[in-house]
C-alpha cells in the first residue's frame, strides 16, 4: 500500500484551547461561592463542637471533683476559659472568623451535680456570611441543645435530627 505524502497535522487550535480554557473559568467561577459557603459551614461547626465540648468537658469536671467549676466566654478575643483548671486542656480560642454572643452575663457556673442556676443562650455566626449557630443551656440540668439562629426574631430554634 503507497503511503500518501500529505501529512496530517495533530492537535488543538488556538481557538479550540481558547474555548475549552473559558468553559473551564465559568464553571469554576460558578462552585467558588459553594466551596465558600461549605468552608463556612465548616467553620462554624467546629466552634460551635468547641463550645459544647468545653462546657461538658466543665461540667465533668465540676462532678468529679466535687466542687463548682465556671467557664468564661470571652466574646473580644473569642476564648473560652475555665476558671481554677475546669478545662483539662486548657483555655479554647475559636477562629477569627466567628463571632461570638450569648445572652446574660459571660460566666456558665456548674455545681457541684453539675447543675447550673440559669438558662443561657449562646450564638455562633462567621462574619460576612448568613449561617448562625445557637446553643442553649437549660437550668438546673445544664443540658445542652443545638440549634439554629433566627436572627430576625432573635430565637434560637432546634435543630431537626
Known amino acids: 500500500m503507497p503511503r500518501s505524502s500529505v501529512s496530517k497535522d ?47 468537658e466543665a461540667q465533668r469536671e465540676a462532678i468529679r471533683r466535687n466542687r463548682g467549676c465556671t467557664v468564661t466566654l470571652n466574646k473580644i478575643d473569642r476564648k473560652i476559659v475555665g476558671q481554677q483548671g475546669c478545662l483539662l486542656t486548657g483555655d479554647r480560642i475559636l477562629p477569627a472568623e466567628i463571632d461570638l454572643s450569648y445572652t446574660g452575663n459571660s460566666e456558665i457556673k456548674y455545681g457541684i451535680r453539675g447543675h447550673t442556676t440559669n438558662n443561657k443562650s449562646v450564638v455562633l455566626k462567621v462574619a460576612d456570611s448568613p449561617n448562625y449557630r445557637c446553643l442553649t443551656i437549660s437550668a438546673p440540668l445544664g443540658i445542652i441543645r443545638l440549634g439554629s439562629y433566627d436572627p430576625a426574631n432573635k430565637l434560637c430554634n432546634k435543630l431537626k435530627i
Open 10 to 56: 495533530v492537535g488543538f487550535t488556538l481557538v479550540e484551547s481558547l474555548i475549552v480554557v473559558a468553559i473551564g473559568g465559568i464553571l469554576v467561577a460558578m462552585a467558588i461561592p459553594s466551596v465558600s459557603a461549605a468552608i463556612n459551614r465548616a467553620k462554624l461547626a467546629q466552634a460551635t463542637e468547641m463550645v459544647v465540648a468545653s462546657l461538658q
